[in-house]
């Protein structure tokens, strides 16, 4: 069947130069390919991951008494809003990569601890992770106050309240915006391009520098794979807004 | 007198005490100097027009308002104290609200269990018994895994009071819980406070409900324009009422 049909695009690539669909029928291809993809879900799920976990550190931190943590909070928020994320990408790596220390694995070449990957964890989770703050605090200040003193007069230390009261009552109106956001962060994974990270379209775009004849073939699988990389993230995340509709409390969001 | 509200305040000096209690929110002055005691076991009541401060006054009780100036006692802790232990005071201080304020997410059993388990870290078994003992005590059998949303005002407003005396508080603040209920659903809200006042708890209630304060008060007090203006037994306070503010209160409502 794998034969057929790797033969059929091996035939289609000599009658029609412009659709070379050498990924499919070179097995060397096909490994850079799975590899990109496999890179391209690492990043997207490890920085889906932080993304949320500095949105909801950072939503809570925007609420602290001390005045200086809250700058510092806004102050992280205005530079990763507004700032391109490549750029951002690129002084992480280029800029800040200069002063990390390095180690010799091999005690021979030096290498920064951190590597490019490493970087564009950092810089999209943090990117991503200043959009959730404030999807975050809107979903927060959608919670009543009274809810939070009904919490804080049964004896509730503010963390107890925020984490079991607060938090499952804003994340529910957060999760339409944080579902956007998601989708985003994903998409722009693309860009760890810059700093050679090898994503699915540094591979692709490898392969079609060294094939010419396959670059729409390359160009094609892109759109399919982001498609439904992200057509599940959209899929799962609407379940999750159903399933986390509660019984006679506001419109379900969905 | 049942063992349900046996607090731990024996001693012959008021429960919850009151010194010229000053409070003001920006120009306003709510509360203009308010002294009273309550003794262990009283049900007391709080009357007045809208705006007088009642429910202000209500909720300096268990620290939701800071006050500016004065003293609240409760159980002989100074509630003015900025080094007080909020948490040992709203284990002996039970409040329930005009709006229910449920939590909505979590069931009325949950709701019930929440705070015992997290606050008091209360075994979660040990706790889920006397949850369940006490929707029975507000009459909600069969009612335990709904949700607030699926439950009427009256019923979400007995819910509140189990949530509140699962902490088994030595002291119930009742703010204008009947307020926002329909006509129907207000009576067996007040039966339940009724059997609570009968038990022996000791009750501060800020309400509307002229019969019902004058059936079930050991004191009323009523206020206008941050002060106390009169007070005494309900049978000499509404029958015999001396100041033109309170004759002209007791006219308009009764």
């Known amino acids: 069947m794998w034969d057929s049909i790797q033969k059929f695009f091996r035939d289609l690539a000599e009658r029609d130069a412009t659709w070379n669909f050498i990924y499919i029928y070179d097995d060397n291809e096909l490994e850079r390919v799975l590899d990109g993809i496999w890179v391209t879900l690492e990043l997207s799920v490890v920085c889906v991951v932080f993304s949320v976990v500095i949105g909801l550190v950072g939503a809570w931190l925007q609420g602290a008494r001390s005045r200086v943590v809250r700058s510092v909070v806004q102050g992280y928020i205005q530079f990763f809003r507004n700032t391109p994320p490549l750029v951002q990408l690129m002084f992480f790596y280029f800029a800040l990569g200069q002063f990390t220390p390095t180690y010799s694995p091999d005690g021979y070449l030096q290498q ?37 003193e009904a919490a804080e007069s049964l004896g509730m230390s503010r963390l107890q309240a925020y984490v079991y009261v607060v938090l499952p009552l804003a994340f529910r109106v957060s999760l339409p915006a944080l579902n956007n956001n998601l989708v985003n962060l994903v998409k722009t994974t693309t860009q760890a391009l810059a700093i050679a990270v090898p994503e699915l379209l540094y591979q692709l775009v490898s ?22 990389l992200v057509g599940f993230l959209v899929f799962g995340m609407n379940r999750w807004e159903r399933r986390m509709v509660i019984p006679g409390y506001g419109g379900g969001g969905g | 007198m049942t063992d349900t509200a046996n607090g731990h305040w024996t001693s012959a000096q008021p429960i919850v005490s009151l010194k010229d209690v000053h409070k003001s929110f920006g120009d306003l002055e709510v509360l203009k100097g308010i002294s009273f005691d309550v003794m262990k076991g009283e049900v ?23 006050i500016d100036s004065g003293s609240i006692t409760v159980e002989g802790q100074e509630v003015n104290d900025p080094r007080l232990d909020k948490l040992e005071l709203r284990k002996k201080v039970g409040m329930v609200f005009q709006q229910y304020n449920l939590f909505p997410h979590r069931t009325a059993l949950e709701n019930v269990m929440m705070a015992p388990v997290l606050v008091l870290k209360e075994d979660k078994a040990s706790v889920e018994g006397r949850a369940r003992a006490l929707i029975r005590k507000v009459r909600l ?4 895994d709904s949700f607030p949303g699926e439950l009427s005002g009256g019923q979400q407003q007995r819910v509140a009071i189990a949530r509140s005396l699962a902490m ?15 006509p129907e659903t207000v009576k067996e809200v007040l039966v339940t406070i009724r059997e609570l006042a009968e038990e022996g708890m000791t009750c501060m209630l800020v309400t509307h409900e002229m019969g019902f304060a004058r059936e ?31 004759q002209e209160f007791l006219g308009q409502i009764l």
């Open chain 2, 44 to 66: 007391i009541c709080i009357i007045g027009p809208s705006g007088s401060g009642k429910s202000t006054l209500i909720r300096c009780v268990n620290a939701l308002n800071p």
């Open chain 2, 168 to 182: 088994q508080p030595d002291v119930m603040l009742f703010d204008e819980v009947t307020a926002a209920l329909d």
């Open chain 2, 141 to 144: 059998e069969g009612k335990e």
């Open chain 1, 207 to 228: 392969i079609y520098n060294d094939y010419s004849t396959s670059q729409n073939a390359c160009m094609v699988l892109m759109f399919i794979v982001y498609i439904t």
């Open chain 2, 216 to 246: 079930i008060a050991d004191h009323i007090y009523f206020t206008d324009r941050g002060v106390i203006v009169e007070h005494g037994p309900p049978a000499t306070f509404f029958d015999e009422a001396k100041d033109p503010r309170t």
């Open chain 1, 112 to 148: 920064p601890i951190i590597s490019n990957v490493g970087w564009a964890i950092i810089s999209l989770s943090f990117f991503a992770g200043a959009f959730n703050v404030e999807i975050f605090r809107a979903g927060i200040e959608a919670v009543p106050q009274s809810t939070q």
